[in-house]
């Protein structure tokens, strides 16, 4: 059975966020043959090298999952791009790429974060490409660390002034870019987070049946999907 969790958010001033985190990774996780973290595991990422106890307890708890011969994989998301391969290193798990292809019984599925669908918002798709590049990154994480976490603090406060004044169709998915990406993998079905819009949608593609399902974020209730079979089922705790 595979698990698929996104949009956890974790930061160290939600203490009940890490909560929820450590009871999944301890009580519900271990249920699970594979685990998928689908982008925005936490609400900011500045470098492989934060070395915070905050950090290490969460790679620690990554580490026990993947030390049971279970394999962990990690997309970026909005909030967390920088993660890279010395996090993927310490937490036993695998990046993967933004399209990641998985097949659930006998239809291809394909995993993303999906922001890079939300065509409507050209504003973040324009810092998206921005803080995407090569250069960006490598001068951001040239900065000293005391500096990096002031400029996550300083774009996390700029996203939040920016979400409050969009419309709310802006912030979506946009259906063409479902479908395109549905036609470029050939899949059926797209599961995605980012949106914080947890359904099951029903979609056509070329005259075929598609599935496009979102997750939740983590906020009073944790919220996961499980894979088993050709059965996905959706699961909230507390």
């Known amino acids: 059975m595979i698990h698929i969790i996104s949009d956890l958010h974790l930061c160290e001033e939600r203490p009940d966020l890490t909560a929820l985190f450590n009871q999944y990774m301890e009580e519900i996780a271990p249920e699970s043959d594979a685990l998928y973290v689908l982008g925005d595991l936490f609400e900011s990422w500045i470098g492989d090298d934060d070395d915070s106890e905050f950090v290490k307890s969460i790679i620690a708890k990554f580490k026990t999952y993947s030390d049971s011969g279970k394999p962990l994989y990690f997309q970026h998301g909005n909030r967390d791009f920088l993660l890279g391969e010395e996090f993927a290193k310490a937490t036993g798990g695998v990046i993967v790429g933004e399209v990641h292809p998985i097949t659930i019984d006998d239809k291809e599925a394909i995993l ?3 922001d890079s669908l939300c065509w409507d918002d050209k504003e973040y798709m324009q810092f998206r490409q921005m803080v995407r590049s090569d250069e960006w990154q490598q001068q951001l994480l040239s900065q000293p660390l005391a500096v990096r976490r002031g400029i996550a603090a300083d774009l996390r ?3 939040r002034e ?3 004044n969009k419309a709310s169709a802006i912030t979506d ?3 063409d870019a479902v479908k395109e990406v549905l036609q470029k993998h050939q899949a059926d079905i797209l599961i995605h987070g980012h949106t914080h819009r947890p359904d099951f949608h029903d979609i056509e ?3 075929k049946h598609c599935q496009r399902i979102v997750l939740s974020d983590w906020g009073d209730k944790g919220h996961y999907l499980t894979i088993n079979g050709y059965e996905i089922d959706s699961h909230y705790f507390e």
């Open 112 to 114: 993303m974060h999906g």
């Open 157 to 159: 406060q700029k996203s």
């Open 162 to 164: 920016a979400q409050a």
């Open 173 to 175: 998915v946009h259906p």
């Open 205 to 207: 593609v070329d005259g």
